[in-house]
């Protein structure tokens, strides 16, 4: 008799259960209950009772229904949360409320399904060089960069350092080989889908160039030519106003420049990603007189998150310091980890 109840009791827990749980109909006529997670770009990813975590192409589906309400993103933009009741072929419709009608809607209109929430990521490496013998030397190195991206808005941290030393072997004074660092910021707001506004800001010094500060502000507008999971570039265009003061002279200056540039995120292989960009600021009073920077980066992932990296800073002044040349380019080899 305990027997016969215990069954009776499983049997009523599943009965239950696959009465409270949402449910894909396929257009092949199958059927699976579970619970949706999420659908981003066209991938459903649900919770199925059977087979676990499954990831399904949204195209397979003919129409669903949820057992608690969700959060449905529409291409017009408009969030629905609410209850989902399976309507006909290729449609789907929302029970009503005292606030909103019942109505249905065709798959296609759906761009999201439960999103996940936006989270910062981002990257730090850091490299050290040591040498004793003939000549004594210490360098150390390190990069951080943060990221953001919404659907309306992107936002970019980054930050660089390097500093060197070496020991004359004659008299034992230590002379300084290296020593800099520089910092961006940038915020990027979508109107379209493609095209965006932008501020942006940098600052950054430069013992051994003589450079004290250099600030430079800008805003403009850049268009998002590719942004999928192997690669994303955009453009960009606008004005700035930079400043740049040096340590062996008094004066310091401050003009308004174009802004131009480009942006470029992309995946070479697997585990194997090039970052580069460039920015140009020509002044506005005279062309020839501009400051160009550039950046471009070699990882290379030995786990999911570890990388080793190699960077290249190219930065061209063409009115830098007294003495000093129009050129720096920096080199930086490192261990770096990603989150």
């Given at each position: 008799?305990?027997?016969?109840?215990?069954?009776?009791?499983?049997?009523?827990?599943?009965?239950?259960?696959?009465?409270?749980?949402?449910?894909?109909?396929?257009?092949?006529?199958?059927?699976?209950?579970?619970?949706?997670?999420?659908?981003?770009?066209?991938?459903l990813v649900f919770n199925s009772?059977?087979?676990?975590?499954?990831?399904?192409?949204?195209?397979?589906?003919?129409?669903?229904?949820?057992?608690?309400?969700?959060?449905?993103?529409?291409?017009?933009?408009?969030?629905?949360?609410?209850?989902?009741?399976?309507?006909?072929?290729?449609?789907?419709?929302?029970?009503?409320?005292?606030?909103?009608?019942?109505?249905?809607?065709?798959?296609?209109?759906?761009?999201?399904?439960?999103?996940?929430?936006?989270?910062?990521?981002?990257?730090?490496?850091?490299?050290?060089?040591?040498?004793?013998?003939?000549?004594?030397?210490?360098?150390?190195?390190?990069?951080?960069?943060?990221?953001?991206?919404?659907?309306?808005?992107?936002?970019?941290?980054?930050?660089?350092?390097?500093?060197?030393?070496?020991?004359?072997?004659?008299?034992?004074?230590?002379?300084?080989?290296?020593?800099?660092?520089?910092?961006?910021?940038?915020?990027?707001?979508?109107?379209?889908?493609?095209?965006?506004?932008?501020?942006?800001?940098?600052?950054?010094?430069?013992?051994?160039?003589?450079?004290?500060?250099?600030?430079?502000?800008?805003?403009?507008?850049?268009?998002?030519w590719i942004e999928s999971e192997?690669?994303?570039?955009?453009?960009?265009?606008?004005?700035?106003?930079?400043?740049?003061?040096?340590?062996?002279?008094?004066?310091?200056?401050?003009?308004?420049?174009?802004?131009?540039?480009?942006?470029?995120?992309?995946?070479?292989?697997?585990?194997?990603?090039?970052?580069?960009?460039?920015?140009?600021?020509?002044?506005?009073?005279?062309?020839?007189?501009?400051?160009?920077?550039?950046?471009?980066?070699?990882?290379?992932?030995?786990?999911?998150?570890?990388?080793?990296?190699?960077?290249?800073?190219?930065?061209?002044?063409?009115?830098?310091?007294?003495?000093?040349?129009?050129?720096?380019?920096?080199?930086?080899?490192?261990?770096?980890?990603?989150?």
């Amino acid at each position: 008799m305990r027997g016969n109840m215990l069954v009776l009791l499983v049997f009523l827990g599943v009965f239950a259960q696959s009465m409270h749980a949402d449910e894909l109909i396929f257009k092949n006529g199958d059927r699976l209950t579970g619970k949706i997670n999420h659908l981003v770009k066209g991938k459903l990813v649900f919770n199925s009772d059977v087979a676990g975590k499954v990831t399904i192409d949204m195209s397979k589906i003919q129409t669903f229904s949820t057992d608690n309400p969700i959060e449905v993103h529409l291409k017009d933009g408009s969030v629905l949360v609410q209850k989902v009741a399976s309507s006909e072929a290729g449609r789907f419709a929302i029970e009503g409320t005292e606030a909103v009608k019942a109505q249905d809607f065709d798959l296609a209109a759906i761009s999201s399904i439960n999103p996940p929430k936006p989270k910062w990521k981002g990257n730090v490496s850091a490299a050290l060089t040591s040498t004793h013998g003939n000549t004594k030397t210490e360098a150390i190195s390190a990069s951080a960069n943060l990221s953001k991206r919404t659907a309306k808005d992107r936002t970019q941290l980054s930050a660089d350092f390097a500093r060197g030393e070496q020991e004359n072997p004659d008299t034992g004074e230590q002379k300084t080989t290296e020593n800099w660092w520089r910092t961006k910021a940038k915020y990027d707001y979508f109107l379209t889908k493609k095209f965006y506004g932008y501020l942006d800001g940098r600052y950054e010094t430069d013992k051994i160039a003589q450079l004290d500060r250099r600030v430079i502000v800008g805003g403009g507008g850049g268009y998002q030519w590719i942004e999928s999971e192997n690669m994303k570039f955009s453009t960009e265009s606008g004005l700035a106003s930079l400043y740049e003061k040096y340590e062996n002279q008094t004066d310091s200056s401050t003009e308004l420049s174009a802004q131009l540039g480009y942006n470029l995120n992309m995946n070479l292989a697997k585990g194997l990603k090039l970052v580069h960009d460039l920015t140009y600021y020509p002044s506005t009073d005279k062309f020839s007189d501009y400051y160009l920077t550039s950046t471009g980066e070699i990882r290379a992932h030995f786990t999911e998150n570890m990388f080793l990296n190699f960077k290249v800073i190219l930065n061209y002044d063409t009115t830098p310091a007294i003495s000093a040349g129009t050129t720096d380019t920096k080199y930086m080899l490192g261990l770096g980890y990603s989150f």
